[in-house]
């Protein structure tokens, strides 16, 4: 057996990121060749990564990057706890992925974990070399590119798990980013009341109209309760419906007139938001641990 010397063990934890008795082992079983020992550990990592595809990863990250030409790439990672989102290995794949997303413009983001990223890995190869090194499942989930050449592009981001682009007509950059952030304290699902959704419309009325039935009104009384009902849900999802969050008493429309500024598009992505999270019972969990371990 070859003699494993510490200094082959710390090059090795220095380009693999991983535990040194991991690395102790990969070089014995390579017989002190350091590049086999990489290979065979990349290769174990990703056997590790698809074990871990099917748990929950509900935490992460949103990153942001913006080129100062009328183009910004959004994107979101997640992982499974809030401690690995507040690390620099990971909080670092996230800056680099939407630098690199903003560079290539993927066409989606299966295009997207195919780019080259750092050498000859690729996105992809990136992220499951991070799960083997983290022990935590990590899912690049989505990604957007906003491009409006003749717009102004801006951006705001609350913290690490909210994140909102946004492509303004007329204004300027302090307005943009006033939008931004009042898309990401507000919430609203499109600008105009009449891109709301069909589905949604539909579901809200079906609700409304329930609601108001049980009032035991007339039927033309229903329906006007009905109408107001629904401009006003109408109003409070959409963007320019909205009461200005720095200025309560303006609708966001009218802050857009005054300023002759139109809102061409909007993202907003939030972390973790649509996924379904596992509920965890501690005291079961404990119990079961117990269990096994007896």
Known sequence: MAEISAKLVKELRERTGAGMMECKKALVATGGDLDAAVEEMRKSGLAKADKK???VAAEGMIGIAEDGSGRAAIVEV????????????????????????????????????ELPLRGEETVDDVRRGLVAKLGENIAVRRLRIVEHSQATI????????????????????????DIAMHIAASRPVCVDPEDVPAETVAKEREIVAAQAAESGKPDNII?????????????????????????????????????????????????????EKKAENFADEVMAQVKGNG
């Not at 997640?78 to 401690?83: L, Y």
């Not at 990971?90 to 290539?104: D, I, M, T, Y």
């Open 223 to 275: 329906e006007k309760m009905v109408e107001g009902r629904m401009q006003k849900f109408l109003n409070e999802v959409a963007l320019v419906g909205q009461p200005f969050v720095k200025d309560p008493d303006k609708k966001v429309g009218k802050l857009l007139a005054e300023a002759k500024a139109k809102v061409l598009e909007f993202v907003r992505f939030e972390v973790g938001e649509g996924i």
């Open 78 to 113: 997640n992982c499974e706890t809030d401690f690995v989102a507040g690390g620099d290995d990971f909080q670092g794949f996230v800056c680099e992925f939407s630098e690199l997303a903003l560079k290539a413009r993927p066409a989606d983001l299966g295009a997207a974990l």
């Open 53 to 55: 595809a099917g748990r």
């Open 154 to 177: 801006a951006h705001y981001l609350h913290g690490t798990r909210i994140g909102v682009v946004v492509a303004l007509e007329g204004g300027d950059e302090t307005l943009a980013r």
